[in-house]
């Protein structure tokens, strides 16, 4: 199948070189959403234009750049107001998208759970109830292609009562896969089993950390966003403590708030997470940028107040000898790729977890050595010795088994008045 292809604008309010980072960015998510370059235009400006975004001499000047290209259409930048998308499409007779656009599409395109899916069509929906005016015609003009996969070209593109009545139907569905998901966060509670959620810019190599510490078989390609569902899995650390690794949706800069809403309730995993691992694509020129854009994005979550293991991966590849993050209680060097680096990463999060714990000496009775096994696979022993009373064991546990292991010793007889 022939690509379709674009040419990318985007207006300059400051930084150039900013702006042309944003635009190879952006170029990187239409290869991913199965589209191609084929010219870009910038135009130094205070603001947008209110009608067509870009200049009217400037609009002239890209109708001719698209007639000698042969470009299928205009991807902005920013994300387009109903008015500027209708406006530009109607003087340059093809198609106009944004963004915005090519994220949800690309999204779309890789969600593969039920639940993926439906959050990936709400933030579509809402999306298309607020750009009704101008997106029906950018996406009519060509049958298929970017910006219309998910729900499609239907009647509910002209139609603000279904598709308000339509979102309200898939945030009653997310609601009740929440409330299974609170289930399961529980049973993580009663198991003790500290959670270690793993975040960072989309493509720092998040899923091939997973693959590498855990065997996860998680896709990961050379391409943004190419996972979006989470997965979790378990990880056996230093002295024998397990550790559930969850991976995140990758974020990046002007990520659509329709998907951040849509996928509040999967980021917030990270809420309820023990530990935060931040991975930084390291060979990145764009690097702390993207880590001020991942900072950002955790705290309009209320993501806060958490332990943050900041892991430099792909660090073979890195050019920028200063690699630090002042944010982080720790920071690690690694490849996932070629595995170097991963036990240092993995003795800090033991160090970083065991910080968390509470360290008790118990007399476990014989009649409950299923207790004692739940010690050894959450906590840290230090000692273990087995006596005429039971199993005696010092350990690092998390509160949570702290608290069983009190409930279950004898009450003290009263002291006689």
């Not at 991975?279 to 702390?288: G, T």
């Not at 991942?294 to 979550?301: K, M, N, S």
């Amino acid at each position: 199948m022939e690509k379709e292809r674009f040419i990318l604008i985007s207006i300059v309010t400051g930084d150039e070189e900013k702006t042309m980072a944003s635009l190879d960015e952006l170029a990187g998510l239409l290869d991913t959403a199965g589209g191609e370059e084929c010219g870009r235009m910038i135009q130094r400006l205070p603001h947008p234009d209110v009608r067509t975004y870009l200049g009217s001499g400037k609009v002239e000047e890209l109708a001719l750049e698209a007639a000698i290209t042969g470009a299928d259409g205009i991807v902005c930048d920013d994300e387009l107001s109903p008015a500027q998308m209708q406006a530009l499409s109607h003087e340059l007779g093809l198609k106009v998208i944004d963004r915005t656009v090519v994220i949800l599409d690309i999204f779309a395109a890789h969600a593969t759970t039920k639940e993926g899916k439906i959050q990936v069509e709400l933030a579509q929906l809402k999306y298309r109830l607020s750009h009704l005016a101008g997106l029906g015609k950018a996406l009519s003009r060509q049958g298929g292609g970017i910006g219309t996969r998910g729900p499609g070209e239907t009647k509910l593109e002209t139609d603000r009562r279904a598709i308000r009545r339509r979102c309200g139907q898939l945030s009653h569905r997310i609601k009740e896969m929440e409330a299974v998901r609170q289930t399961g966060r529980k049973k993580r509670l009663r198991n003790a089993a500290p959670v270690a959620a793993i975040v960072g810019y989309t493509n720092a190599g998040k899923s091939t950390l997973l693959n590498a510490l855990t065997g996860a078989g998680v896709l990961a390609e050379d391409k943004l966003f190419a996972t979006l569902d989470p997965t979790t899995r378990a990880l056996s650390l230093p002295e024998g403590m397990q550790v559930l690794l969850t991976d995140t949706v990758g974020f990046i800069h002007k990520l659509p708030h329709q998907l951040i809403e849509a996928f509040q309730s999967t980021l917030e995993e990270a809420q309820y997470a023990d530990v935060i691992l931040h991975v930084i694509d390291a060979s990145d020129k764009d690097w702390e940028m993207h880590k001020k854009v991942v900072y950002e994005t955790l705290a309009l979550l209320g993501i806060s107040g958490k332990p943050v293991i900041t892991v430099f991966n792909k660090t073979d590849l890195a050019t920028d000898e200063i690699l630090r993050d002042h944010n982080a209680d720790k920071t690690v060097m690694i490849s996932a790729k070629t595995g170097e680096g991963l036990d240092r990463l993995t003795l800090a999060l033991s160090e970083v977890i065991k910080e968390k714990q509470v360290l008790l000496k118990m007399v476990i009775p014989y009649s409950n050595t299923a207790f004692a096994s739940r010690v050894r696979q959450m906590g840290q022993v230090l000692k273990e010795e087995y006596t005429e009373d039971g199993i005696c064991l010092e350990a690092y546990v998390p509160p949570a088994l702290a608290g069983e292991y009190e409930a279950m010793l004898p009450t003290p007889p009263a002291a006689d008045s």
